[in-house]
C-alpha cells in the first residue's frame, strides 16, 4: 500500500469516530495545504462513521435493556426524560447534529439523534450535513491558520 492510500486511511478511519477535532487537524497535517483533500477524506470518514453507528444504535440499546432491565415501577418524569425533552425542545434534530462533530463525537451524536428521533433516513441525512458544513469549515479555518 502507498504512503497517500495509508494517510486517506488513517484520516477516513479518525474521521469517522472524532470528526472536527481528530479528522481535520490530522488531514490537514497529512495532507498540508490541500483544501479538496482535507474536505473530502473527513466528509467521507465523518459519514461512514455516522451510517456505522447509526446501524448499531438499535443493537446497542436492545443490549443496554438485556443488561440493565426497566423497573416496574416506572417513573413518568425522570431526570433522563426531561433532559432529553429539553435537548428536543430547544435544538432539534438540526441542532444536536450541527453540535455532534465540534462537541460530541460522531458516535455519540448520532446515538443521541438516534434514540430521540428514530427516522434513520433523515437522522442520516441531518448527521451527513453537519459532517460536510464543519468539514469545510474545519478545513478551511485550519488552512487560514
Same mark, same amino acid.
Given at each position: $500500500?502507498?504512503?497517500?492510500?495509508?494517510?486517506?486511511?488513517?484520516?477516513?478511519?479518525?474521521?469517522?469516530?472524532?470528526?472536527? $477535532?481528530?479528522?481535520?487537524?490530522?488531514?490537514? &497535517?497529512?495532507?498540508?495545504?490541500?483544501?479538496?483533500? /482535507?474536505?473530502?477524506?473527513?466528509? %467521507? &470518514?465523518?459519514?461512514? &462513521? /455516522?451510517?456505522?453507528?447509526?446501524? $448499531?444504535?438499535?443493537?446497542?440499546?436492545?443490549?443496554?435493556?438485556?443488561?440493565?432491565?426497566?423497573?416496574?415501577?416506572?417513573? %413518568?418524569?425522570?431526570?433522563?426524560? *426531561?433532559? %432529553? /425533552?429539553?435537548?428536543?425542545?430547544?435544538?432539534?434534530?438540526?441542532?444536536?447534529?450541527?453540535?455532534?462533530?465540534?462537541?460530541?463525537?460522531?458516535? %455519540?451524536?448520532?446515538?443521541?439523534?438516534?434514540?430521540?428521533?428514530?427516522?434513520? *433516513? *433523515? /437522522?442520516?441525512?441531518?448527521?451527513?450535513?453537519?459532517?460536510?458544513?464543519?468539514?469545510?469549515? &474545519?478545513?478551511?479555518?485550519?488552512?487560514?491558520?
Amino acid at each position: $500500500m502507498n504512503a497517500t492510500a495509508v494517510k486517506i486511511l488513517s484520516v477516513v478511519a479518525l474521521s469517522s469516530v472524532k470528526h472536527t $477535532m481528530g479528522g481535520v487537524p490530522l488531514a490537514i &497535517g497529512l495532507f498540508g495545504g490541500d483544501y479538496f483533500w /482535507v474536505v473530502l477524506c473527513t466528509s %467521507i &470518514g465523518g459519514m461512514i &462513521g /455516522v451510517g456505522f453507528f447509526l446501524l $448499531m444504535a438499535s443493537t446497542f440499546a436492545s443490549t443496554l435493556r438485556k443488561w440493565f432491565p426497566p423497573k416496574k415501577d416506572k417513573k %413518568i418524569f425522570t431526570r433522563r426524560n *426531561r433532559f %432529553i /425533552v429539553k435537548i428536543k425542545r430547544n435544538f432539534g434534530l438540526a441542532g444536536i447534529a450541527f453540535l455532534t462533530p465540534w462537541f460530541l463525537s460522531v458516535p %455519540i451524536g448520532t446515538i443521541i439523534s438516534y434514540s430521540i428521533y428514530k427516522d434513520r *433516513r *433523515r /437522522v442520516f441525512l441531518y448527521q451527513s450535513a453537519a459532517i460536510i458544513f464543519w468539514s469545510f469549515a &474545519g478545513g478551511a479555518i485550519g488552512l487560514i491558520f
